[in-house]
């Protein structure tokens, strides 16, 4: 199964912006669908949103309008742009296929916080 490794987390102040990489370790050119995540300590990952391998998104609702995720095929990356951040946004982000997600398979997150 492809490998993902998230990055670009740190420390924002509300109303601030963090942009997420995730790269895979094999070509995401065939994965139909790429998803992020997010992860509080000692609830469950919660899907944040996807991007299918046409570009078409879809996100949950408190992020709708503040984040954006994009892909691209030729880097095997996915993004994911966070704008007007709040307190609720901190956790650790996650990228992930529907096949890693089915099998309980995760690869490295990275912690956004989102703090005064």
């Known amino acids: 199964q492809v490998q993902l490794v998230a990055s670009g987390g740190g420390l924002v102040q509300p109303g601030g912006s963090l942009r997420l990489s995730c790269a895979a370790s094999?070509?995401?050119?065939?994965?139909?669908?790429m998803d992020w995540y997010r992860q509080v300590p000692g609830k469950q990952h919660k899907l944040v949103g996807g991007i299918t391998s046409g570009g078409s998104t879809n996100y949950e609702d408190s992020v709708k309008g503040r984040f954006t995720i994009s892909r691209d095929n030729t880097k095997n990356m996915v993004y994911l742009q966070m704008n007007s951040l709040k307190p609720e946004d901190t956790a650790v982000y996650y990228c992930?296929?529907?096949?890693?997600?089915?099998?309980?398979?995760w690869g490295q997150g990275t912690q956004g916080t989102v703090s005064s």
């Open positions: 094999t070509s995401i050119f065939n994965i139909y669908v």
């Open positions: 992930n296929t529907d096949f890693n997600w089915r099998h309980n398979i």
